[in-house]
Nanobody
């Protein structure tokens, strides 16, 4: 399985970015997906997730109302639309996937996701 994340960049506070993650090497259906981020000196934290049924979503409280996760099963991609970006959103963002989660909801623990992309850096200047 390969996950490739892209779309990061340098933006100003208040701007928007759209991250995408392309999945190859496995069936995308029944594959739970999530985005995590890691800022320098911090642990990797859950940002947003979407269940394999595409219905259930969950978000870190600090990004609710600003970020939206979605998936396109026809294109084997998951996206994270990030609006109203803040300097505290600066981090390396990772997409993660799991084919072993029977639960159709979202699991926040990073240890539930065995598959990871390489990360894409988001820098928000204030």
């Amino acid at each position: 399985v390969q996950l490739q994340a892209f779309g990061g960049g340098l933006v100003q506070a208040g701007d928007s970015l759209r991250l995408s993650c392309a999945v190859s090497g496995r069936t995308f259906t029944r594959y739970s997906m999530a985005w995590f981020r890691q800022a320098p000196g911090n642990e990797r934290e859950f940002v947003a997730g979407i269940g394999w049924n595409g219905i259930s979503t969950d978000y870190l409280d600090s990004v609710k109302g600003r970020f939206t996760i979605s998936r396109d099963n026809a294109k084997n991609t998951v996206s994270l639309q990030m609006n109203s970006l803040k300097s505290e959103d600066t981090a390396v963002y990772y997409c993660a996937g799991a084919g072993s989660i029977a639960y159709s909801g979202v699991v926040r623990s990073r240890y539930a996701y065995p598959d990871w992309g390489q990360g894409t850096e988001v820098t928000v200047s204030s």
